[in-house]
């Protein structure tokens, strides 16, 4: 994997960390999400009429990601209403790149050599480390877990379907765009039936998180599928997962947790997954 490609994704992954980190830092995650995903239609709406068409053998796969990002965030916004980011986070986003490993290769053809193997094993070993250090025994745990393993499966699922969607569409920005403006249509009708009256309240306030979520959720994804058009896509999202070492640095930087020594030893052991990547 060339350095270009491994610097976009680990871009991407600091995207995707601060972005999940500003949905848990507020107190009612439902709406911030919608809110997040809502920025980044805005975003994706804005630019769509300066950009080519995705090509027509594509638009099943934005049809059915689509379909799996709506149930994506449902999840995720369950698994970080009652848990931990620390505890939820390394779980989805460790559990998801070996799902999409073992699939590749079935279902979209792709094989990958040894190192990249053992890169993989690295990155997801290290990361459900973390989430076992950081185990939390607060009673909605269990539930947490439960949740986090449901996210997992629809992060493998739609990065399997863009995988194979991008590469057919020609254009990975706009393949990009219209995921996410078609998303945030069926998150904001979602919203507009469950909290009427609350979501344009809370966006009015709440503009600045509404753009700059937004922003960073498009541009961690858009990040992650050009460079699927570049390299393997379980390589790719293997290493996208190395987000976790944003949001470690984030806890620690911004919100002074310590980190314990388990805790370092699994995210050495990412960091070294993502070193063997770069190798491979």
């Not at 690295?122 to 269990?142: M, N, Q, T, V």
Request: aromatic content about 8%.
């Amino acid at each position: 994997m060339s350095s270009l490609v491994v610097g976009v994704v680990l871009f991407g992954a600091l995207m995707h960390a601060s972005w999940n980190a500003l949905v848990k830092s507020r107190p009612d995650t439902f709406l911030v999400t919608i809110l997040v995903a809502g920025g980044g239609g805005l975003l994706s709406a804005i630019a769509l009429p300066f950009l080519p068409a995705p090509a027509p053998q594509s638009w099943i796969c934005i049809a059915a990601s689509t379909a799996a990002q709506l149930a994506y965030y449902a999840l995720l916004v369950a698994a970080y209403r009652d848990g931990d980011m620390s505890h939820a986070y390394p779980l989805m986003r460790g559990s998801a790149p070996l799902l999409v490993a073992l699939a590749s290769g079935p279902l979209i053809g792709e094989r990958l050599g040894i190192t990249q193997w053992l890169a993989i094993g690295c990155i997801c070993g290290g990361i459900l480390g973390l989430f076992i250090s950081a185990r939390s025994r607060h009673p909605g745990a269990r539930r947490t877990t439960v949740f986090a393993l449901l996210t997992a499966c629809m992060i493998a699922s739609y990065t399997l379907i863009d995988g194979a969607g991008v590469r057919r569409s020609g254009s990975p920005v706009a393949y990009t765009m219209w995921i996410f403006m078609l998303t945030s249509i069926g998150l904001w009708a979602w919203a507009g039936k469950s909290r009427p009256g609350q979501l344009l309240a809370y966006a009015r306030i709440n503009v600045g998180v509404m753009l700059l979520g937004g922003a960073a959720s498009v541009g961690a994804y858009a990040t992650a599928l050009w460079a699927m058009t570049q390299a393997p896509v379980a390589a790719v999202a293997a290493l996208r997962e190395t987000s976790i070492l944003f949001a470690a640095a984030i806890a620690a930087l911004v919100l002074r947790e310590k980190i314990s020594r388990q805790r370092l030893a699994a995210i050495a052991l990412v960091a070294s997954g993502a070193v063997a990547m770069r190798l491979a």
